[in-house]
């Protein structure tokens, strides 16, 4: 049985028929976030957000991955799936976007409040140092980190580095590699305690 999809009332009736489309004609990789259950964390102020590349390697395609991927870009349709509730299609996203919208859904869940604007003292910065899907010896391996800061006042307060990564043999192509990749965002982001790095912060 599939699960259930549902797309959000404030996506445009064109935006999500040409996410639709881009899924379906394979130039968009589906990217499925698993949140964990909630936790009860201190009451923080609200903090913002932000997602830094700093990656060797831009490209998140290997020639050989690319080549099994025909189509294929860099662009990524995020699915978040929660506890209880009925799995979600948010939107299509480039990676450093995707990588916000799922550290803001993080902090969330963890009872931590994200700022919706302005430029909050404290914010809560992923430097993405490797992101990258390979293709191999009939198996996708994929390999993701970064490292989490607690900035406040311009000055890193806190910090905590996560490292993963996860491999499956390919049956079928497209769905394996994004099993792939959705494992190992899930894995790695949720190796992240934000509650723990503000307090390390002072907060």
């Known amino acids: 049985m599939h699960p259930r999809v549902r797309i959000p009332a404030g996506a445009g009736a064109l935006a999500a028929a040409l996410l639709m489309f881009s899924c379906a004609t394979g130039a968009v990789l589906n990217v499925t976030y698993q949140l964990p259950g909630p936790t009860a964390a201190p009451s923080f102020r609200p903090v913002g957000i932000g997602v830094v590349d700093a990656r060797t390697e831009r490209a998140i395609l290997t020639p050989r991955a690319r080549e099994e991927l025909a189509g294929a ?3 990524f349709a995020l699915t978040v799936a929660a ?3 009925s799995t979600e299609l948010r939107g299509a996203y480039p990676l450093e976007a995707l990588l916000k919208e799922i550290l803001r859904l993080r902090l969330e869940q963890a009872g931590i409040p994200v700022a919706a ?3 909050p003292e404290t914010r809560v910065v ?3 140092e490797e992101f990258r899907l390979d293709f191999g010896d009939r198996r996708w391996i994929a390999a993701f980190a970064f490292e989490a800061r607690v900035e406040r006042g311009g000055k890193v307060a806190a910090r905590q580095s996560v490292r993963g990564s996860n491999e499956r043999m390919m049956l079928l192509k497209k769905p394996d ?3 792939v990749l959705g494992e ?4 790695t982001l949720n190796q992240l305690d934000p509650a723990d790095l503000l307090r390390r912060a002072g907060l």
Do not use: F
Not at 184 to 187: E, G, K, R, Y
């Open 126 to 128: 992923l430097a993405v």
């Open 73 to 75: 870009g860099e662009v």
């Open 83 to 85: 506890p209880g509730r």
């Open 117 to 119: 604007a302005g430029s």
């Open 184 to 187: 190992l965002v899930t894995d």
């Open 177 to 179: 590699a994004e099993k």
